[in-house]
């Protein structure tokens, strides 16, 4: 790559960067509630990733080797929670929530989560969990009043 391709490609990078958080602005208000619904715990700012943070998370995520894949399909949202914290086991995670997440930022739970989730009327359908360690990844999928929950683990 030349020097006018890397300039191009840094001014690419920015620009999406600032349009990701001038979005973050509009998505705030409805991801703070989707949050706290899921923790039933007020949102704290500081345990927000910054974007570059949370884009950091994901990239080390996805260059990880996968070591084993189990999904489950038609779970309860209780079944769910039990899940998550037989495999969380009192870790903090990242919390991301749908699409906003692209926009606001990856969150930090300490371990709080909620008995209740109301994916319907919160318009949610996508949850991730990710452990501080980057050990496992749990994905929950949540389509036409069905989760399915995808349990990751990574070498």
Known sequence: MNNSENK????????????????GKIHKDNYFNKIRSFTNVDVNANRFLSLEETDVLINKINC????????????????????????VKKQPFYLLIDEEWKYCGAYKV??????????????????????????????????????????????
Do not use: G, M
């Open 110 to 155: 300490i371990n709080d989560i909620s008995e209740e989730y109301d994916f319907d009327k919160l318009v949610s359908d996508e949850i991730r969990i990710i452990p501080y360690d980057l050990s496992f990844q749990i994905r929950i999928d949540y389509d036409f009043n069905e989760i399915e929950c995808e349990y990751i683990i990574y070498k």
């Open 64 to 87: 990880k080797n996968l070591l084993w894949r189990e999904k489950k399909y038609d779970c309860c949202y209780k079944e769910l929670v039990d899940f998550i914290q037989s495999k």
């Open 8 to 23: 191009r490609e840094l001014l690419y990078s920015k620009r999406e960067l600032l349009y990701r958080k001038a979005q």
